[in-house]
């Protein structure tokens, strides 16, 4: 029999405390329990006035931004309408019913008066982190890097071309002192200092919306203004470290700040995993040096079809050059600037030779092969590529940092951002991984209530 409910208790009065609304197994009672947000106050008892009218607490103007990420709304103003209707949200920052919630531009406003220059984002998030491995939970023997782009709230239509300076590379004083010492060995003289020194340009679109976005093309249908937001996880997938960029800016040249972070502040991994776009020279000298084992796939090789590969030819280590098919030798010429050693075969013996066609297209005949100086790591990265060791490390990379990126984006808010400027963009990775590491902990840890 179907019933009509014609009552209603919309006006009903009743006495009820907060916390019988509230789950026992609710998200924010297991962060409540997770970690003591007290530590919030020493961070940031300097940026406020000892005199004047109270401010909002600190740890509630954090604890909201918390949810904000934690639950992955999307802007704050959006939040504060949720914690005015949400008696769950409302428990998490100690509110009554009655309580009046902070207007929405207050973190805003606190951001660009007291927060900004500062490194309290960084701060909270390596005391989670801290937390965590103080639980036994953190293992960071291996580490799993990469990135992801996130889409800028600019325009991709609104640009200007401009001509910049190519960003310095970690490694430039390294590779420098190297080559000039390989070419004094090989008998030639240094570069001098004003050689390095000349700056390097480029021509980029810069957005006018904008202007610390870059523009991130990955196929025809994909090009927009994005944010690049580099990040390592441990084996559980707790995020590490972090760092952001603008979307133009090349993957492994961040590699080397996030691992020589992760070893400033928590300790030196045993191996780092990494996909196809950090297996570079620089990169595979920069782990080997430090005693990190590399765990890197398989490449392509990018040579023309119908042409023979470099593999092909053979390197003799002892008498530095290469030895082409046929048996001849293509001798040591120079060091380039870039740090790349030239080799080159003699022109009049490839003239007559059958593969010349599958060798080269120079119109003098001659092949040119170019080894970098750190070329010999790679090739010991491809060895060690083959062994159980590595390659179960690297199999755990699509579970730990693709993991993190998926679950950001789908559950986080990560996709795409209304922040703008790189220190905006940094706050919001921050907070981001943070709220990721901190839900993480809190469902791990949780106990539940106390039997009766």
């Known amino acids: 029999?179907?019933?009509?409910?014609?009552?209603?208790?919309?006006?009903?009065?009743?006495?009820?405390?907060?916390?019988?609304?509230?789950?026992?197994?609710?998200l924010v009672r297991k962060l409540e329990a997770a970690i003591d947000f007290s530590f919030i106050y020493p961070l940031v008892e300097d940026l406020y006035s000892k005199f004047g009218r109270p401010s909002i607490d600190p740890v509630v103007l954090f604890k909201m931004t918390f949810i904000q990420y934690v639950f992955g709304v999307r802007s704050m103003r959006q939040t504060i309408?949720?914690?005015?209707?949400?008696?769950?949200?409302?428990?998490?920052?100690?509110?009554?019913?009655?309580?009046?919630?902070?207007?929405f531009s207050t973190f805003g406003k606190n951001y660009e008066r007291r927060f900004k220059d500062t490194d309290v984002f960084e701060q909270i998030f390596y005391r989670i982190l801290k937390e965590i491995a103080d639980r036994g939970l953190l293992s960071a023997d291996h580490v799993f890097i990469d990135s992801t782009h996130v889409k800028a709230s600019a325009n991709k239509r609104k640009f200007e071309k401009k001509v910049v300076r190519k960003e310095t590379r970690a490694y430039e004083a390294r590779l420098q002192e190297e080559l000039n010492q390989?070419?004094?060995?090989?008998?030639?003289?240094?570069?001098?200092?004003?050689?390095?020194?000349?700056?390097?340009?480029?021509?980029?679109?810069?957005?006018?919306?904008?202007?610390?976005?870059?523009?991130?093309?990955?196929?025809e249908r994909t090009k927009q203004f994005a944010y690049s937001f580099h990040?390592?996880?441990?084996?559980?997938?707790?995020?590490?470290?972090?760092?952001?960029?603008?979307?133009?800016?090349?993957?492994?040249?961040?590699?080397?700040?996030?691992?020589?972070?992760?070893m400033e502040k928590i300790k030196k991994p045993l191996a780092v995993a990494a996909d196809a776009a950090y297996k570079t020279p620089a990169?595979?000298?920069?782990?080997?040096?430090?005693?990190?084992?590399?765990?890197?796939?398989?490449?392509?090789?990018?040579?023309?079809?119908?042409f023979m590969r470099k593999s092909e030819y053979a390197y003799d280590e002892y008498y530095n050059c290469y030895i082409c098919p046929q048996g001849e030798i293509m001798r040591y010429?120079?060091?380039?600037?870039e740090g790349y050693?030239?080799?080159?075969?003699?022109?009049?013996?490839?003239?007559?030779?059958?593969?010349?066609?599958?060798?080269?297209?120079?119109?003098?005949?001659?092949?040119?092969?170019?080894?970098?100086?750190?070329?010999?790591?790679?090739?010991?990265?491809?060895?060690?590529?083959?062994?159980?060791?590595?390659?179960?490390?690297?199999?755990?990379?699509?579970?730990?940092?693709?993991?993190?990126?998926?679950?950001?984006?789908?559950?986080?808010?990560?996709?795409?951002?209304?922040?703008?400027?790189?220190?905006k963009l940094s706050m919001q990775a921050m907070l981001t991984f943070a709220a990721m590491n901190l839900k993480k902990l809190a469902c791990w840890t949780w106990k539940g209530p106390a039997a009766a």
């Not at 009820?16 to 509230?22: E, F, T």
């Open 182 to 219: 390989d070419r004094i060995d090989h008998g030639k003289k240094p570069f001098p200092p004003d050689k390095f020194e000349k700056e390097e340009t480029k021509e980029i679109k810069q957005s006018t919306t904008d202007p610390e976005s870059g523009y991130y093309v990955k196929d």
């Open 283 to 306: 990169i595979a000298s920069f782990l080997f040096e430090h005693g990190i084992l590399p765990a890197l796939p398989y490449t392509r090789p990018k040579t023309k079809e119908g």
């Open 81 to 103: 309408r949720e914690i005015e209707t949400n008696v769950a949200y409302r428990w998490f920052l100690g509110f009554g019913f009655y309580t009046e919630v902070p207007h």
């Open 333 to 337: 010429t120079t060091t380039t600037k």
């Open 231 to 262: 990040a390592a996880t441990d084996q559980k997938g707790f995020v590490l470290s972090t760092i952001v960029t603008p979307g133009n800016v090349h993957d492994s040249h961040i590699l080397q700040p996030l691992v020589e972070s992760i």
């Open 341 to 423: 050693r030239q080799y080159k075969s003699d022109p009049l013996v490839c003239a007559s030779c059958p593969l010349l066609t599958q060798c080269t297209q120079s119109q003098n005949h001659q092949k040119l092969i170019q080894r970098h100086l750190w070329e010999g790591c790679v090739e010991e990265a491809d060895h060690l590529r083959h062994t159980l060791a590595v390659k179960e490390i690297y199999a755990r990379r699509k579970e730990t940092i693709e993991r993190v990126f998926a679950d950001a984006k789908e559950k986080h808010g990560m996709r795409w951002t209304t922040l703008r400027g790189l220190k």
């Open 1 to 26: 029999m179907m019933t009509r409910n014609n009552q209603t208790e919309r006006d009903q009065l009743e006495v009820i405390a907060l916390d019988q609304l509230v789950p026992q197994d609710h």
